[in-house]
């Protein structure tokens, strides 16, 4: 039965309690960097996924209580086969590194990890590449290409 107060009658006072606090976006200065590409932020998993357009880029992550993992996530194009030519990607990105809590399992995911002494200008290469649309970046996920199907 849906019972509602009448109008009439006062409605009891809410207690109060605590907003949970939302999660600041880690690594800000990244999102300052891909600033003209107005990129999109969404909570994801354990932290927060970039979108340019309908291609996901990014995941930028700060958990203390699975830190081995933290830094940014990028997320590399469907045609992207890092063992083709590994060096490359090394010689840009000397600390990128498997995702251990994707246990090898998808691999086009890698990780600079933000304990590396030179994550801030990896992370700022990785926007450098964005921002020069690089082909290696970003996919679009299943959920935002069944969208782009029913639009067309």
């Not at 086969?81 to 990105?93: A, G, I, Q, V, Y």
């Not at 998808?106 to 590449?129: G, M, Q, T, V």
Request: charged share 30%.
């Amino acid at each position: 039965m849906d019972w509602r107060y009448p109008s009439s009658m006062p409605r009891p006072a809410k207690t109060a309690t605590p907003k949970s606090k939302r999660k600041t976006i880690p690594h800000p200065f990244i999102l300052e960097a891909l600033a003209p590409l107005n990129p999109e932020v969404r909570p994801m998993f354990s932290g927060h996924s970039v979108y340019i357009g309908d291609k996901i880029v990014f995941m930028l992550r700060e958990s203390q209580k699975q830190p081995e993992d933290n830094g940014l996530w990028l997320v590399f194009a469907e045609d992207f086969d890092e063992s083709r030519d590994p060096k490359t990607l090394r010689r840009e990105f000397p600390s990128i590194r498997p995702i251990q809590l994707l246990g090898g399992k998808i691999k086009h995911w890698l990780i600079l990890p933000s304990d590396s002494p030179n994550f801030e200008s990896e992370a700022l290469k990785a926007c450098d590449l964005l921002l020069a649309h690089d082909p290696r970046l970003g996919r679009i996920p299943e959920s935002r290409k069944s969208k782009a199907r029913r639009k067309a």
